[in-house]
């Protein structure tokens, strides 16, 4: 073999084994995690779908929206404020997130009930949770811009009908990220699906690791 055959062989293997290695990185890096999620090796919630595009009105009856969510992951929860089932114990489980995720969370409320759920309701409904109205924001509008919210989301709706049907809705939390993508979805009533929820957020805060009530009083 005459020499620059030699000296193109060894680069060429230099390149595959380059390759080779790079692969291997890859897989390690990008491992898929006990809990089922893929992501960077260590816990990272992988990207499931992009989220809703929304401007509804707040509690105080301010515009709010996308555009104030901007670069901080939030927590989404879809109740309303006449619910004797599951949204007592919805809110009650946001209302205790307070304190287990950082500061930079939001939480977000939408109700499914904008009709009655005026900015005054969901004013009263806020303090009689301690809602941190700094970081947790209880959102209505007109029905057909929720409706699109709660589709956007991919969770199941059913609006109320004449007679006793009440509305019926998702009991799911979402943890969306500050680009607008969701990163999961947990079931309220479920203690290590809750525990999840934590550490996911934590992890897109930047915060991995921190034991739970270690940074919800970060600024």
């Known amino acids: 073999m005459s020499k620059p055959q030699k000296i193109f062989t060894t680069c060429l ?7 080779m290695a790079g692969v291997v990185a890859g897989k390690l890096f990008w491992a898929r995690n ?31 929206g996308n ?17 004797g089932s599951i949204c007592p114990r919805m809110t009650t489980q ?19 009930d904008p009709k009655h759920d005026t900015p005054e309701v969901l004013k009263r409904y806020a303090a009689t949770y301690k809602a941190d109205e700094s970081r947790w924001h209880f959102l209505t509008g007109e029905r057909e811009a929720v409706v699109k919210v709660v589709g956007e989301m991919k ?3 059913k609006d109320e009908q004449a007679g006793d049907h009440p509305i019926l809705h998702s009991e799911r939390l979402l943890l969306i990220d500050g680009d607008n993508r969701i990163r999961g979805t947990y079931l309220s009533h479920e203690p290590d699906a809750l525990k999840k929820l934590v550490a996911d957020a934590k992890y897109l805060a930047g915060h991995p690791g921190d034991k739970a009530g270690e940074t919800g009083a970060r600024s």
């Open 13 to 19: 293997w230099g390149v595959l084994l380059l390759a």
């Open 34 to 64: 006990p809990d089922g999620s893929r992501g960077l090796a260590g816990g990272g919630p992988e990207v499931l779908f992009p989220a809703a595009e929304f401007r509804l009105t707040d509690q105080d009856a301010k515009p709010f």
């Open 67 to 83: 555009a104030e969510l901007k670069g901080r992951p939030y927590v989404a929860a879809f109740v309303f404020t006449t619910c």
């Open 94 to 112: 946001m209302a205790a997130l307070q304190k287990d995720l950082p500061a930079e969370v939001q939480l977000v409320s939408f109700s499914v």
């Open 155 to 157: 969770l199941p709706f």
